[in-house]
């Protein structure tokens, strides 16, 4: 459900989908095979197929800033604040990205799926899932540090300025 969850507005839309595909999971039962892979990734599987085939048929409901900026993970407001900008910078460079790339972003951190997991959702091997991620890793870093070089935000910096001796 939280894959779906997180991808279709309002939360409703996407219980029903859920509710379509558990139907057809329990139709489709007698075909699965675990040789080609577990049951998560083929329900997975189902459920990227129908939210495709959902969002085809739909204009999205909401945006991916929209899910982005529902994340509060520190709550310290200072932290938040420099997070935030963190964040925002990073999600606008994944925005420029292909979106199979955001796609697999998502279900590594997101839904917490493992390479190989990913790599049979999608149909890949699961070398090429892990070369994907450290190509992007990589330019991602990169970036970063490019921004931090001509001044853009550090949280490690500035966390340092606000605490000098480290104390609270």
Sequence with gaps: MGYLAARIRPREEAEDLCSQIFMRFLQRLDQYDGDRGSVLSWILSMSRNALIDRLRSLRPTSSLD?????VDPSPDPLDRIVEGEEARFVHGVLANHPAELRELYSLRFAHGLRYAEIGEMLGISEAAVKQRFSRSLREL???LEQRNEKGGANHADWKAQRNPQGSA
């Design 66 to 70: 929209e899910n982005f900026d529902a």
């Design 141 to 143: 870093r990169s970036t």
